[in-house]
């Protein structure tokens, strides 16, 4: 059975037992667990994609008066990508309404589950693939970013996600998201030690206990490790925000040009690594360079925000197109757009403006979990 058919007879089985919401995070059996990875492997984002996860859960008691707008942001972002592959929306059951009417229904299904925030790529794990048609999905234990904020329910998401998609459920003792993952589908990763190597997540491990646990969830053979930078931000400096896949053995970094940004140093250092590494391959890396604009839009999400995470290289590609942010500055919106075209020819590169989610410190790919296609 195809991924999708998969998926919505999970979905439809649900609805007979009266929604998807009774099947209950807390309450519902874990479906197949594997004992351990057997040929599973984490594929890069630029494949062909089933669907895209997004999660319609702002609320008063983590964005304040913010939740609205960023609410607004994730439709905007939904029915972006609607326009080319399905999106499904997670949304807190007294939400469902508020998110069908923002987002529309076309190529979006909906559904109730208890949450906490919006970052369903850090919380939902990671899926993986065997290349016969199978599908995994690796729960990461997430614990609110080194317990920086609540994850009673979105710690769960991951193996109520793997139930939903028919996934088989890989579970891994380490703690972590996967923001905090950068693959290019052939066994090389990019990770900053800054979110793994630290004790609010995995204190009894050392970097090379990491990462092999990796390797062996992941399917990888070669880790490129970035410092990152610890206590800056809520994730501990994720590599989504400093590096990120093309295709492999061609990466994009970030290249802070702010002197007075901490990340002006360490993107400096991050692209020395970068450009003297070798990939699983053995091959060196050609590694572009993308700048976060010196100049956004100046409103309420913006101005004097010590969480505003500003980065183009947060963004993310789906089939036939790639959905990148556009904040207000012309000439740094305008070389996004061009590098983006540039490297990934015969997509179209859809800006959408991000504001309020960047205000809380994330990005597009923060707040969307692509699963891929197989079968």
Known sequence: MSTRRRFLSQLAGAAALGGV?????????????????????????????????????????????????????????????????????????????????????DNIEFLDVPLDDIWVRDYGGCFVTDGKGGLGLVDFNFNGWGGKQTARNDGRVAPWLARITGATLLESDLVGEGGGIEVDGQGTAVLTESCWVNHNRN????????????????????????????????????????????????????????????????TRTHLQILREATDAEGRHLQVHTLPPPLHPRDNVHTRDNADLALGYINYLPINGAVIAPQFGDGRADAQCRELLQNLYPGRS?????????????????????NMPQVG
């Not at 439709?75 to 999106?87: E, F, K, N, S």
């Not at 590169?349 to 979990?369: L, M, P, R, S």
């Open 21 to 105: 919401a009774a099947m209950g995070v807390t309450g519902m059996a874990k479906c197949a667990v594997a004992a351990g990875p057997a040929g599973w492997r984490m594929p890069d984002e630029h494949g062909p994609q089933e669907r895209v996860f997004l999660a319609f859960a702002a609320q008063p008691r983590v964005w304040g008066s913010q939740a609205d707008a960023v609410n607004n942001a994730i439709a905007r972002l939904a029915r972006t990508i609607a326009g080319y592959q399905p999106v499904t929306v997670l949304c807190c059951p007294a939400q469902r309404t508020q998110a069908q009417n923002r987002c529309g229904r």
């Open 203 to 266: 204190p009894a491990w050392s970097r090379a206990g990491i990462e092999a646990e990796l390797k062996h969830q992941l399917g990888l053979r070669r880790v490129i490790w970035l410092p990152g930078i610890r206590g800056r931000d809520i994730t501990d400096a994720h590599v989504d925000f400093y590096a990120r896949f093309v295709r492999p053995g061609v990466l994009i970094a970030n290249l802070d040009n702010d002197p007075g940004s901490y990340d002006y140093e360490v």
């Open 349 to 369: 590169i859809e800006q959408v403006d991000i504001d309020a989610i960047a205000g809380g410190g994330g990005g597009i790919h923060c707040v969307t979990k």
